[in-house]
């Protein structure tokens, strides 16, 4: 059996390593896990200033405004925006500038409606109203998003979620038409208020999926004038799926080797799992949202004797459109739910020695801060460098994990640009959630 004082050695390697682990996992068809909060100790280069980070609208320019580097880092630029927190880190001789926004994002394998998600969909609103006001007011039209492979992103997933956009705006004016006109024949008020409250959760459900999708995917696929590219090499990616994937495995088994039927909970914040087993667990489970019972209410206005054939074709087009969207995830360049690999088919089923199998666990965590971590932080960094070039532009938005921070600020500099975080209200504010240190034998 591991000892307790290996079994706390082994968490807090298993810590330091989960807050880069989210962003290679968001693109990964094996079990994958969300990014959490950087556990190694801040960076202390840089000047932090504290935006005003009250709720009022941005109104942008209609004439974009070429940006400069002051202005960018100047905390009253985003005044009225989520905007909690800028930063500025410059490098001698910078050719360029990066404009860093860390995001947390939904935690693959789940249902989206799961409240694991509720932080992710408030962080994307949030950047999609940075993103925007960046783009609107200072024209900045690159835009470079984690997950996706090296150069523009696939036009068929844009066009997958464009059409899931239009099909929303139309279910919504087909909703609003719909019981506006039951009004009109006196159709039961609580059976319109039903169908409304039905109607208005599913509306907001899918609003919540079409975000989670990613905010400058959102932007995007609504028409907005950006430039959106990956930031992924294949091969890496590839590699470190199979090693995430190994090391959860590893994990499961040590877990029952040690006879320890829950997973022992270390320091955590809000927007973590406690360790790679936890959240594989909370995969497995899938828990998630209710049935909605939009569908229960189409049948009971279905069966209105209304004698009216506007509103009976009224209701037969808005259930239409409902379908459709209820059974458009096989349309081309739709998303996939990754699929979480069930504990019968773990490889290590058969390894009894508990020290085996620590051995096992402390040289997956090297390859993941080799792979997963630096690697894809050296990767992306000249990425998107190489893709300013290409672009003949000097200035881009880089949307990736908030746990790579430190690592891609420094591969940034490298590459001889200047970084500037913009960081959303709720990002910082997950980053701001006291740590709870237990351990739960």
């Known amino acids: 059996m591991i000892s307790k004082s290996e079994c706390t050695h082994y968490l807090s390697m298993s810590k330091k390593l989960l807050p880069y682990i989210g962003g290679l996992l968001i693109i990964s068809v094996l079990v994958i896990l969300p990014f959490i909060k950087q556990t190694q100790k801040k960076a202390t ?11 009022k609208k941005y109104i942008s320019n209609p004439a974009p405004i070429s940006p400069d580097k002051v202005t960018l880092v100047n ?38 409606a799961d409240k694991v998600n509720d932080s992710a969909e408030a962080a994307q609103k949030q950047i999609y109203d940075i993103i925007s006001f960046l783009n609107e007011k200072y024209g900045i039209k690159f835009v470079m998003a984690e997950g996706d492979l090296y150069g523009k992103v696939d036009g068929d997933k844009i066009d997958a979620l464009a059409e899931k956009i239009k099909a929303r705006n139309t279910f919504a004016n087909q909703v609003s ?58 091969g890496t990616q590839e590699e470190s799926a199979v090693i995430v994937r190994n090391y959860i495995y590893q994990q499961d088994r040590q877990k029952a ?24 667990a909370l995969l497995l489970s899938k828990r998630g949202s209710k049935d909605n019972d939009l569908e229960t209410s189409f049948n009971s206005i279905e069966q209105l004797p209304s004698g009216n054939s506007y509103l009976d074709s009224l ?14 995830n096989g349309k081309r360049g739709a998303t996939t739910t990754a ?47 190489d893709l300013l070039k290409t672009n003949n532009t000097d200035i881009g938005i880089l949307q990736y994990g908030a746990g790579h921070e430190e690592g891609l600020v420094k591969e940034l500099n490298k590459q001889g640009l200047n970084v500037i975080i913009v960081k959303a209200d709720e990002v910082l504010e997950r980053e701001n959630v006291p740590k709870i240190s237990s351990l739960k034998q």
């Open 315 to 328: 209701i037969a087009e808005t259930k239409r459109t409902y379908l459709s969207l209820k059974n458009g």
């Open 257 to 280: 080797l040690t006879g320890n039927q829950k997973t022992p909970e270390v320091a955590r914040t809000d927007n973590s799992q406690s360790s790679l087993a936890k959240a594989y």
């Open 177 to 234: 038409v719909l019981k506006t006109e039951m009004k009109k024949q006196n159709v039961e008020a609580s059976v319109i208020n039903d169908f409304s409250v039905s109607a208005t959760g599913y509306i907001e459900s899918l609003d919540r999926e079409i975000i989670l999708q990613g905010a400058p995917y959102k932007m995007k696929s609504e028409g907005k004038n950006i430039s959106l590219y990956g930031s992924e090499v294949q």
């Open 339 to 385: 699929t979480s690999p069930s504990r019968s088919e773990n490889p290590y089923q058969k390894i009894n020695d508990p020290q085996k199998i620590q051995t096992l666990v402390a040289q997956s965590e090297n390859k993941i801060q080799e792979v997963v971590i630096d690697r894809r932080n050296v990767e992306t960094a000249a990425n998107f460098a």
């Open 75 to 112: 905390s009253k630029t985003y005044n009225g925006l989520p905007v909690g927190e800028v930063k500025s880190y410059e490098t001698a001789d910078a050719w360029g500038t990066a404009v860093f926004i860390p995001q947390n994002h939904r935690y693959p394998g789940t249902d989206p």
């Open 45 to 55: 280069f840089g000047q932090t200033v504290s935006a005003n980070s009250s709720i």
